[in-house]
Nanobody, 118 residues
Framework: QVQLVESGGGLVQAGGSLRLSCAGS????????MGWFRQAPGKEREIVAS????????YYVDSVKGRFTISRDNAKNTVYLQMNSLKPEDTAIYYC???????????WGQGTQVTVSS
């Protein structure tokens, strides 16, 4: 069973940076995609970025393009989300997710709070 554990959230001023980490265990991720989602109060959960574990293809939602970077470390089974130039509207709980490429997101982390003050 896949387990995902996020870390790295916190409080930061607008314009600052944070790096989120998602450590995966329970299987190899060679046929998987990994994603970062976020959910702000009163809003639906949205995908922020994703990466295919083997090929490295990435996707970003328009609102974070040029500011966020998703990457993975194969040796550590860990996915990162580097967030720069943070804005108050980036405030949300951020979740890591995993799923087979072409399938659905089947495994989720517990979430980590990111708060950006103006």
């Amino acid at each position: 069973q896949v387990q995902l554990v996020e870390s790295g959230g916190g409080l930061v001023q607008a314009g600052g940076s944070l790096r989120l980490s998602c450590a995966g265990s329970g299987r190899t991720f060679s046929n998987y995609a990994m994603g970062w989602f976020r959910q702000a109060p009163g809003k639906e959960r949205e995908i922020v970025a994703s990466i295919r574990w083997t090929a490295g293809n990435t996707y970003y939602v328009d609102s974070v393009k040029g500011r966020f970077t998703i990457s993975r470390d194969n040796a550590k089974n860990t996915v990162y989300l580097q967030m720069n130039s943070l804005k108050p509207e980036d405030t949300a709980i951020y979740y890591c997710a995993a799923g087979i490429v072409g399938g659905t997101w089947t495994s989720w982390g517990q979430g980590t709070q990111v708060t950006v003050s103006s």
